[in-house]
């Protein structure tokens, strides 16, 4: 559950970590890290929920698109495990998890 006082520290865990195939043929790496801070947008028309950082458990996904394999694309805000590799398995169409 979110909470509103400010934190001393961010932590990042990677929780999983998993390949797709981009075109079906070029593999690319995914993580999904447990963070204790979702960032918020700070747009003043937005509501408090998405404009005000935030401070619980929530987790990212981070892709590491070829041909660089940096990370350039974080999707974060998950509230659940279980949402954030429901969310990988759509977006990927198939992937494989590391055990």
């Keep these: 559950m979110p909470i509103s006082k ?3 520290t961010i ?3 990677i929780i999983k970590t998993g390949y797709a195939k ?6 690319y790496k995914i993580e999904i890290v447990e ?3 979702k960032s ?4 003043y028309e937005d509501k408090p929920e998405l404009q005000d950082d935030q401070y619980g458990i ?6 590491y698109p070829p041909p660089d394999s940096v990370c350039s694309i974080i999707e974060s805000g998950h ?8 969310r990988v398995e759509e977006c990927t169409g198939g992937i494989e998890w590391e055990k």
């Design 58 to 63: 929530f987790y990212e996904i981070k892709f």
């Design 35 to 37: 963070t204790n801070f």
């Design 6 to 8: 400010p934190i001393n």
């Design 79 to 86: 509230t659940s495990l279980e949402s954030a590799i429901s």
């Design 11 to 13: 932590t990042e865990v």
């Design 40 to 43: 918020g947008s700070g747009d």
């Design 22 to 27: 981009y075109d079906k043929t070029i593999p």
